[in-house]
């Protein structure tokens, strides 16, 4: 049982790229969700996912796409990477019934750290 | 829309010594709070949650919170620090029934000193 896995753990871009950041959970968790970490700002989410096939926008969403083929991956993608969007990226996931918002972000990956020069 | 504060970026304190990291929120209706700790270079790990029910919630690793609905607070606190709770600590507030977007707080830099 690996939990949350996020793949990079680092990576630098240049402005104007494009990446994927892979995130995977192997505890058939509906829900799934993206944030980004920067000093002094505590977490924003980026989007999220209530079930496959189901995505929508968290806070600060732009410059970023996702999806949601399978209830065990959820990318984040980066469709021309900024400056600002440097920062450490978070998945998160829990079990959730839909339409329930009992259950918070239960469940963390070790980040990903991106620099974009 | 909800915030939190937490009042204080850091908080030095001695092995031993009891803790209390402090946190505010704002919301006009019901709402869900939480606290997460965060190890160096490490994802944010879930302490506690308040949903409904007994307003004293205990967690993982010895550590409780209290909600008061009328001073609009969710305190953190325990009894007595091990060097290992070093680590950043968020509180975070959900409004319940509606979106499922959350509000962390800035995070509060817990140092514990021999």
């Known amino acids: 049982n690996a939990g949350v896995t996020q793949t990079p753990k680092f990576q630098v871009l240049k402005t104007g790229q494009s990446m994927t950041l892979q995130c995977a959970q192997d505890m058939n968790h509906e829900y799934m969700s993206w944030y980004r970490q920067d000093p002094g700002m505590g977490l924003r989410l980026i989007h999220y996912?209530?079930?496959?096939?189901?995505?929508d926008q968290g806070e600060v969403p732009n410059g970023y796409n996702v999806s949601r083929s399978t209830t065990e991956d959820f990318p984040l993608r980066l469709l021309s990477a900024a400056p600002s969007q440097t920062s450490v990226y978070f998945c998160a996931s829990s079990y959730s019934r839909r339409g329930s918002t009992l259950f918070p972000e239960a469940f963390f990956g070790q980040g990903t750290r991106l620099t974009v020069v | 829309a909800q915030s939190v504060t937490q009042l204080d970026s850091q908080v030095p304190v001695f092995e031993e010594a009891p803790v209390e990291l402090r946190c505010n929120y704002s919301?006009?209706?019901?709402?869900?709070l939480f606290w997460y700790v965060q190890y160096p270079n490490q994802g944010l790990q879930l302490l506690l949650k308040?949903?409904?029910?007994?307003?004293l919630v205990k967690g993982i690793n010895g550590f409780e919170a209290e909600f008061n609905k009328s001073q609009t607070s969710f305190h953190l606190r325990k009894p007595s620090v091990h060097i290992s709770d070093t680590a950043e600590y968020f509180c975070a507030v959900r409004i319940s029934g509606g979106s499922y977007i959350p509000t962390f707080g800035r995070g509060t830099s817990l140092i514990v000193h021999p």
């Open positions: 919301s006009s209706v019901s709402v869900y």
């Open positions: 308040y949903l409904s029910g007994s307003t």
């Open positions: 996912s209530v079930g496959a096939g189901i995505t």
